[in-house]
T-cell receptor, first 112, second 115 residues
Framework: KQEVTQIPAALSVPEGENLVLNCSFT??????LQWFRQDPGKGLTSLLL?????REQTSGRLNASLDKSSGRSTLYIAASQPGDSATYLC???????????FGKGTMLLVSP | DAGITQSPRHKVTETGTPVTLRCHQT?????MYWYRQDPGHGLRLIHY???????DKGEVSDGYSVSRSKTEDFLLTLESATSSQTSVYFC??????????????FGDGTRLSIL
């Protein structure tokens, strides 16, 4: 069964810092990996989806990388802002490709 | 934002009562999903649909049923609610399957409390 781990569970940084969130998964036979953002009391917002054939995806100040062989993905946030404060989750398909397995998330707080 | 509306947004009910949650989409996406989110467990899939009248079970389907009679609507029913079903329920939609190149888009959730 696919297991997804996100480290750290929580992160607090001052505004302007560059930061990296980590996601690891146990079954490397995946077709894609998604990163989501969740604000308190809200649903998940899709940030980036990386296909297994890709190494990186970029959207604005966000850059996500995928290394299938090592079972890892990172989400890089450049020049962090208070508005980036949220919980960030990664998700990968399970071996049957009928469900996504989610990590428990990294709660990010960016202070002004 | 993807056009997904969940109703109701909040509900409090008693053990043993039936409860139906509705997810309505305006995107004409083929796939629809129901998840529950609980502290310590994260997001878990309850049921999903891959077309009208086509549904399948997810990881935590016991005690839940679903129906999809129209592309735009996906209903989640708790036949006889139990306190263990107190949770936040999210609907998601996608234009492609789990292993494809289309992301899932989520609604804002329904907070359900069963007393």
């Amino acid at each position: 069964k696919q297991e997804v781990t996100q480290i750290p569970a929580a992160l607090s940084v001052p505004e302007g810092e560059n930061l990296v969130l980590n996601c690891s998964f146990t079954d490397s036979a995946i077709y894609n990996l998604q990163w989501f953002r969740q604000d308190p009391g809200k649903g998940l917002t899709s940030l980036l989806l990386i296909q297994s054939s890709q190494r990186e995806q970029t959207s604005g100040r966000l850059n996500a990388s995928l290394d299938k062989s090592s079972g890892r993905s990172t989400l890089y946030i450049a020049a962090s802002q208070p508005g980036d404060s949220a919980t960030y989750l990664c998700a990968v398909p399970n071996s049957g490709y009928s469900t996504l397995t989610f990590g428990k998330g990294t709660m990010l707080l960016v202070s002004p | 934002d993807a056009g997904i509306t969940q109703s109701p947004r909040h509900k409090v009910t008693e053990t043993g009562t039936p409860v139906t949650l509705r997810c309505h989409q305006t995107e004409n996406h083929r796939y629809m999903y129901w998840y529950r989110q609980d502290p310590g467990h994260g997001l878990r899939l309850i049921h999903y649909s891959y077309g009208v009248k086509d549904t399948d079970k997810g990881e935590v389907s016991d005690g839940y049923s679903v129906s999809r009679s129209k592309t735009e609507d996906f209903l989640l029913t708790l036949e006889s609610a139990t306190s263990s079903q107190t949770s936040v329920y999210f609907c998601a939609i996608s234009d492609g399957g789990i292993g494809g190149d289309q992301p899932q888009h989520f609604g804002d959730g329904t907070r359900l409390s069963i007393l």
